[in-house]
């Protein structure tokens, strides 16, 4: 049943209607006011487009190289360097107030929205208006369109000119109502945060986003490293962190050959291509990085970035390219392992934590690296083609 109480064969718009009239409530009993809720809850539209996006699963899983290889690419370390320039000092004022050093800044500006030039072009209200209308996520949607109408009201944005993802996030860093109110910064003194005309006013408001997630000042996000040749994997994944003493122990050098700085920090092995890939040992930053976005290979894209915008080279070791996996070809993985002992939970076709230790125990039980990546050999020795 949709939140409204029509399901979804025969929604229709009695069934929209009948759900502004709640969502006008909710907005009177948040404090907004009736001008505001009639120029947006009375002027808006379903957005169709918005649910197909939403309840859009993807055939394939993507690989890290084809993802990688998309957002850290030469144009965006080019121009990551040249804005870097251009607001010199706004982000060294930004580094001493918050502690995030100007490349990252750069970095999630650069991968959020091309450096601003696309910041989306869906009406944000209507959007959040749908999604709050549909029972998937009505809870979190409705809640976002509340901090939407405030903001609107707050700082008397043109409701045209509130456009967005279709999921409804917003401006140069793509800043969910939500995180808008919280953390959006009116850098420029002109009376608003206003995260799509004012790059002051984004990229502050990104400063102090990080901040508040924790981000450890003078501390980087991580970095690719080199594995000894008789690594045993044992360690792998964000649940295994380990002092970067301990790691220097276990022979792991940084990529270019040289000893690990051993300060103390924990550190945690990622391997998003698998044992023939690059490396990464990730910081606290990391994970403050995967707080903004709980993606593995957008932390990795980000703190790359970063540092290729910052002077430093690229990758020691390419991606491997591998095919997109498909998601019936990793529940077929993923049924297999719980078939065979190796309780991964749940078949869904996306290799989370639990499929990851999972496929680590089984590759390790059949004598194949144990490095947790669904590699060709893997499928193989599992009847799998």
Request: aromatic fraction near 12%; glycine fraction near 8%; proline fraction near 4%.
């Amino acid at each position: 049943m949709f939140a409204c109480g029509v399901s979804t064969a025969t929604y229709a718009n009695e069934a929209f209607d009948s759900c502004i009239v709640t969502l006008k409530q909710k907005a009177v009993d948040a404090g907004i006011s009736t001008k505001t809720i009639e120029q947006t809850l009375g002027q808006v539209k379903y957005v169709t487009r918005v649910i197909e996006l939403d309840k859009k699963q993807p055939e394939f899983s993507q690989t890290f190289n084809n993802y990688f290889s998309k957002r850290v690419t030469d144009w965006r370390v080019q121009e990551g360097r040249r804005l870097l320039k251009k607001h010199h000092q706004l982000l060294l004022q930004l580094q001493q107030t918050y502690g995030v050093p100007p490349q990252y800044l750069m970095a999630f500006w650069g991968l959020e929205t091309n450096f601003g030039s696309y910041k989306g072009k869906m009406p944000v209200i209507d959007s959040l208006t749908t999604l709050a209308c549909d029972p998937r996520r009505s809870t979190y949607f409705t809640g976002e369109l509340i901090q939407a109408l405030k903001l609107k009201e707050a700082y008397k944005f043109e409701t045209s000119d509130m456009v967005g993802s279709w999921a409804g996030a917003m401006g140069h860093t793509q800043f969910m109502p939500s995180a808008y109110a919280k953390y959006a910064i009116d850098a420029d003194g002109d009376g608003k945060a206003d995260l799509w005309n004012s790059t002051a006013d984004a990229l502050s408001s990104a400063a102090n986003f990080l901040h508040q997630l924790g981000w450890a000042r003078n501390e980087r996000w991580g970095r690719e490293v080199k594995l000894p040749d008789d690594y045993d994997y044992q360690f792998l994944g964000r649940k295994d962190k380990r002092p970067l003493v301990k790691w220097a122990e276990l022979g792991v050098r940084k990529a270019d050959g040289n000893s690990l700085t051993t300060p103390d920090m924990q550190a945690a092995l990622y391997l998003p291509a698998g044992h023939t890939g690059p490396a990464f040992l990730g910081y606290n930053n990391f994970d403050v990085i995967m707080r903004w976005n709980r993606s593995e290979f957008y932390a990795i894209a980000v703190g790359h970035l970063a540092d290729r915008i910052n002077g430093a080279t690229p990758l020691y070791v390419a991606p491997p390219k591998h095919d997109n996996i498909s998601r019936d070809k990793l529940k077929l993985l993923q049924t297999k392992l719980n078939e065979k002992g190796f309780d991964v939970g749940k078949p869904d076709g996306v290799l989370g934590a639990n499929s990851r230790a999972g496929l680590q125990a089984y590759q390790r039980s059949v004598g194949l690296t144990a490095d947790g990546f669904p590699s060709d050999e893997t499928f193989s020795r599992m009847g799998i083609d």
